[in-house]
């Protein structure tokens, strides 16, 4: 297990270094983005978290230079144990798929930090090229996660991301 210091460390490395730049337009606009929103309100969200959290922007670059598409949507219910989750969806065409799932629970702020919380969690799985489906997804889990209960996995990593994007959205 990593220090504390030595994870923050792992997680700054890990979000930071891409092969290419990659510019705003192509993480916000670009018809070929890796992350997309599937409503106008969730778009606006992603552009304040690029704009305002250096961590949030770090996932979005992240994510670009991977296989994965994210598709992030807003849903009208929850469990309300949960603030958002990812889903796996089949892969296709060369790409493997997710969907973030959140709903509007508090201020812009704290969404934010939720899909910020979640992006990392994507970043997860696009490091994860064993993970195709969900059985491949719950091992990850397993593997790397921690167990609340009924199955709920989370991780530091993306607790971590959360707190980091509200401090920064915040300051």
Do not use: C
Not at 1 to 20: D, P, Y
Not at 21 to 38: E, G, I, K
Not at 96 to 121: K, M, N, T, W
């Amino acid at each position: 297990m990593l220090s504390f210091a030595a994870w923050t460390m792992a997680l700054a490395v890990g979000l930071t270094s891409t092969s290419r730049p990659v510019t705003p337009a192509a993480l916000l606009d670009s018809p070929h983005r890796h992350v997309r929103a599937t409503q106008p309100a969730v778009s606006k969200l992603l552009r304040r978290g690029f704009e305002q959290s250096p961590t949030f922007a770090a996932l979005l670059r992240r994510l670009e230079t991977s296989d994965l598409l994210v598709y992030i949507e807003e849903v009208p219910h929850l469990p309300s144990t949960l603030e958002g989750r990812l889903l796996i969806q089949p892969a296709a065409h060369g790409f493997r798929y997710v969907r973030i799932q959140f709903q509007q629970r508090g201020s812009p702020s704290d969404v934010i930090a939720v899909l910020g919380h979640e992006l990392r969690h994507a970043v997860e799985v696009a490091e994860a090229m064993d993970v195709v489906d969900a059985t491949g997804l719950a091992a990850l889990y397993r593997r790397i996660g921690i167990d609340p209960g009924n199955n709920l996995f989370d991780t530091l990593a993306a607790q971590e991301a959360g707190h980091r994007v509200l401090k920064e959205l915040l300051a």
